[in-house]
């Protein structure tokens, strides 16, 4: 998904690492807290599927996904294991991919993180 107009980088995203946090004897606690530390925030283009991927991946890891397109040179190395936050709403990273057609751009899958 090339990007040919860098101004449609309009949206503002963070990346939060997030850990379990720890009972006073400093092991994980029985109930399941998390604690979310943001690292850092960039641009990213937010590319929404159209309804006819919408109907093709129903039943697969890529249902009611969003795809974020990012500069490849960022602040911090991106990790799976962080979360995207983008509008108010936390998002877990199902993958990672190159921009084939221009290398300076990074593809991110995103869907919301439920429960």
Known sequence: M?????G???????FHEITPEKDVFGKPSKVKK???KP???CMSAVMDQFHQTRLA???TIYEDTVTLIIRKKQKHPIDPTMRVKLDGDFYEIVKINPERQDPEYK???VKVVTG
């Open 2 to 6: 090339p990007i040919t107009n860098p």
């Open 39 to 41: 690292i850092f925030s």
């Open 34 to 36: 998390v604690s979310e």
């Open 107 to 109: 593809t991110i899958i």
């Open 8 to 14: 449609l980088m309009n949206t503002r995203i963070s």
């Open 57 to 59: 991946t129903i039943g």
